[in-house]
């Protein structure tokens, strides 16, 4: 794990720490009965066109470095990793990063999910076991050994599943563009930003733009 201290990174005051996760947890708590029947058709969904597990778990980068699971509904066949080497040539971002327009591992009903940014949906749970934040730095599946000196600021945080970039482009921007973004959040952050960035990705899911 990183030691954030030992870099000079700025800890936000306790009181908005506090709220926040409040905020979090409210929120997740009262959007549950809605959540969780939209989850099920979305499970049943994925497993009609494609039989095998609903749920895609991936290890993840959180605060400080350590590694967590991470839930999304499944919107590739199961062998996409196999087929990650065949489409590599394909890839429009800088690796690490991995992303292919119009990727023919995804299915059709996970085209769907991700357009609507259903697939997110399990997150939730992430938020609620305090892994994520509603509102953060996108958790990177690449370790932090692969990260340079200064992006570990983004590490400063809880990640979370919408934040200033998922507004500003989404998954059209490389790795660099989204830590300046990241940055820009945590230097600025507030409650008060917290709930206008909610209210964005609202309009962001309706707009989808770069969410392939």
């Known amino acids: 794990m990183v030691r954030l201290q030992s870099l000079g990174v700025r800890v936000a005051p306790r009181h908005y720490m506090i709220a926040k996760r409040i905020m979090d947890v409210s929120l997740c708590m009262i959007a549950m009965p809605l959540v969780l029947p939209v989850m099920l058709v979305?499970?049943?969904c994925?497993?009609?066109?494609?039989?095998?597990?609903?749920?895609?778990?991936?290890?993840?980068?959180?605060?400080?470095?350590?590694?967590?699971?991470?839930?999304k509904f499944r919107t590739m066949v199961k062998n996409a990793d196999e087929l990650k080497v065949k489409y590599a040539h394909l890839n429009q971002l800088q690796w690490p990063d991995f992303k292919v327009q119009n990727d023919p591992r995804v299915t059709r009903v996970g085209r769907f999910l991700?357009?609507?940014?259903?697939?997110?949906?399990p997150q939730v749970f992430n938020?609620?076991?305090?892994?994520?934040?509603?509102?953060?730095?996108?958790p990177t599946s690449f370790d932090v050994s692969t990260?340079?000196?200064?992006?570990?600021?983004?590490?400063?945080v809880t990640p979370g599943i919408t934040g200033l970039w998922q507004i500003s482009g989404r998954s059209d921007l490389e790795f660099d563009e989204r830590l300046r973004l990241?940055?820009?959040?945590?230097?600025?952050r507030c409650l008060w930003l917290d709930i206008k960035l909610l209210l964005k990705t609202v309009g962001a899911v309706i707009r989808p733009r770069g969410a392939y």
């Open 46 to 71: 994925v497993w009609i066109e494609d039989p095998g597990p609903v749920m895609f778990c991936q290890s993840r980068t959180g605060q400080g470095g350590r590694r967590f699971k991470m839930f």
């Open 127 to 138: 938020v609620l076991w305090g892994d994520m934040s509603l509102v953060g730095p996108r």
């Open 114 to 121: 991700r357009k609507t940014s259903l697939d997110e949906l």
């Open 42 to 44: 979305c499970a049943i």
């Open 182 to 188: 990241d940055i820009e959040y945590i230097e600025t």
């Open 147 to 156: 990260y340079a000196l200064w992006h570990t600021e983004r590490l400063e």
